[in-house]
């Protein structure tokens, strides 16, 4: 009887019994247009004191005593409609079981469920709405039902919101905060623990909860989500603080759970006055804007309002693409576009001295590390490591203020071609730094919704049915947003002085087989039946990595989480040798790229098994070390 342990619940129960009596009553009425017979009244009476307790022991045994009337809604209906289909059902059965000796007219036994569903859930639908104190109609007040978890600014913004809409009905709000808990928000009570979701979702016929915790630890929403995934539930979430705050969506863009948000972070603090007056009114030039990073940085840097953002990128198709989203979002916005490779020398050097660039981040890269280790080594040498040096020489010359390199951990100990290259690209720019420009390098992991990363295949192969493959049980990745990382390079940028490599704070490495089964839970999917295979380390992966090397230290700086890693000098002559070696008219072989990248960079260790030509004692002609085709341009008066 803990169902009925309230006065509430005993109210509405004795409301129902008493809508069981009206109802056949007045089909009595009706079906005699209101002139009954004395016949058919003592009979109405006699089967009226077997039919209320028999819809008593059935609007029990279904339970319509479990949730309040102010939140009545469709899942209260249905209960409602099948406690009256099954009185339908067994009413007849009960009056022939007990021979009572009455005529009960077939119109009344047919039409007698319908009017009591009709009294029954118009009495609970017109209490909501007098409740909650809305002129909606009754179908307007059948929203779904949902929780949401926080009770704080976020929570109370979007339950005025979700009030507007027909399609949500806030049933009430979970927090930890004791002081909350017990209290009304906006009409809402905070009922409970988030712990206690469970127990409130069974009760009010909760099917979605919406995590409403912007500015939380990522923790506690990582925690929520678990509660929901436990119980079954579907988890939706409002945008992160940080979209919020930039503009980017509004609170009321609610959007399902996704892997970033169960391994997210704090929130970036930006310097955005040293930023606007850095990238305010300037010429800011971005290459591979047409990538993940790249066009994130695009979408960040224009919100500075720079004189003119010029786009540099070798797809059309994705140049293009960021080339329309910027022209939506920020219609006043000068935008240069340029198609065209990095590795161009003359054109390279007449977009520069043509735009006239304040400030440079180059983001244009090759990345896949197993596909740069077969066959294309030559091309990820020629376009991380000579491109950069295309870029950075054509800077100097026209006299731009800063330069950030976009650096990745692979560059740390490389054990492969791709992280040796980008090694060689941090080395590049750091035997220019004595010039006019100032070049900054920015090491950071692995980026969540980044093209080529790992999430988009493992939610391929989760939509196929599996088995999701991750290469060893125990890889670990760092990883952040891609918003986290744009910020935190923009930041880097703003601070970083010539020749520094700025290593963000990454957090705690991630598992790569917890977010294979982080993602199998989220997607809705059966862990049991979508199966993890480990299918070994591909060509020039390791295990984990590093963001420092060994023989580096670090420098704490203004920004919590960035740090200066003390890297071991420039070797100018490996410039030299390198760009000589990019120039000839000849593609070197995986072999000899590595020998090269190891005679440049001693602490490059290629893969074991991996092929490595013995370089020649002295250089072939057209392969001597020559001075850096550079001159430092005299800074004007």
């Known amino acids: 009887m803990k169902r009925l342990s309230n006065w509430r619940a005993w109210l509405a129960f004795a409301h129902d019994l008493c809508a069981a009596g009206l109802a056949w009553v007045a089909m009595y009425w009706l079906r005699f247009n209101l002139d009954i017979g004395e016949p058919y009244v003592a009979d109405m009476w006699r089967t009226l004191a077997w039919i209320v307790p028999l819809q008593g022991a059935i609007f029990y045994a279904f339970g319509l005593y479990r949730g309040l009337w102010r939140y009545a809604s469709t899942p209260d209906l249905k209960q409602i409609v099948l406690a009256a289909g099954l009185g339908a059902l067994l009413i007849p059965v009960v009056l022939v079981m007990l021979q009572l000796q009455t005529v009960v007219p077939r119109s009344v036994l047919i039409f007698y469920p319908v009017l009591l569903i009709f009294i029954m859930a118009g009495s609970r639908f017109a209490y909501r709405i007098w409740k ?121 863009t609610i959007r399902n759970i996704e892997l970033d948000d169960l391994l997210g972070r704090d929130p970036v603090v930006l310097d955005s006055a040293g930023l606007g007056e850095w990238l305010g009114n300037r010429v800011v030039l971005v290459t591979g804007a047409g990538g993940s990073i790249g066009a994130e940085l695009c979408r960040q840097i224009a919100r500075f309002r720079p004189a003119r953002l010029v786009l540099f990128d070798i797809s059309e198709a994705a140049l293009y693409e960021i080339q329309m989203t910027l022209a939506d979002a920020f219609p006043r916005l000068p935008l240069t576009c340029v198609v065209g490779d990095v590795k161009h020398v003359a054109l390279v050097d007449e977009v520069l001295a043509r735009e006239r660039p304040q400030a440079v981040f180059h983001a244009a ?27 950075a020489r054509a800077a100097v010359a026209a006299k731009v203020e800063k ?151 670090t420098l704490p700086t203004t920004h919590p989480k960035l740090r200066i890693a003390q890297a071991r000098a420039a070797n100018r002559d490996a410039v030299g040798q390198m760009i000589a070696w990019c120039e000839r008219d000849r593609v070197a072989d995986d072999a000899e790229v590595r020998a090269r990248l190891k005679s440049w960079i001693p602490e490059y260790m290629p893969p074991a098994g991996a092929p490595v030509k013995p370089l020649p004692t002295e250089s072939p002609p057209g392969e001597a070390a020559v001075p850096l085709p550079l001159r430092t341009p005299r800074r004007r008066s």
């Open 403 to 553: 330069f950030v390199l976009v650096s990745t951990d692979k560059a740390v100990n490389p054990t492969s071609v791709m992280g040796a290259s980008k090694r060689f690209a941090e080395i590049v720019c750091q035997s220019l730094q004595d010039g006019p420009t100032q070049f900054v390098l920015v090491r950071f992991g692995n980026v969540f919704g980044s093209a080529g990363s790992v999430i988009p295949r493992f939610k391929e192969q989760i939509a196929r049915g599996g088995p999701v493959t991750v290469t060893h049980p125990e890889i670990t990745r760092y990883f952040m947003s891609i918003s986290e990382a744009t910020q935190l390079l923009l930041q880097a940028g703003l601070q970083g002085r010539s020749g520094e490599i700025l290593v963000l704070d990454m957090g705690e490495p991630v598992r790569i087989v917890d977010l294979a089964r982080d993602l199998i839970r989220l997607s809705g999917a059966d862990p049991d039946r979508i199966a993890v295979v480990f299918t070994g380390l591909r060509p020039g992966e390791k295990l984990f990595e590093e963001l420092l090397a060994t023989e580096e230290a």
């Open 132 to 252: 909650e104190h809305r002129l909606y109609s009754p179908l307007a007040a059948l929203g779904e039902p949902v929780l949401i978890v926080g009770a704080g600014e976020a929570g109370a913004r979007l339950t005025k919101e979700l009030a507007r809409s027909r399609q949500w009905r806030v049933v009430g709000l979970v927090d930890d905060d004791p002081a909350k808990q017990g209290r009304q928000l906006r009409d809402h009570s905070v009922l409970g623990k988030i712990a206690s979701l469970p127990h409130w979702a069974q009760r009010f016929g909760v099917r979605k909860v919406i995590i409403a915790l912007p500015s939380a630890d990522h923790g506690v929403r990582r925690r929520a989500a678990e509660v929901c995934a436990a119980a079954g539930l579907e988890a939706l979430t409002v945008p992160s603080y940080e979209d919020l705050i930039s503009g980017r969506s509004e609170l009321t």
């Open 365 to 391: 890269a090759y990345k896949h590390v197993p596909l740069m280790e077969d066959t294309n080594a030559w091309q990820a040498v020629r376009n991380n490591a000579y491109g950069t040096w295309v870029l």
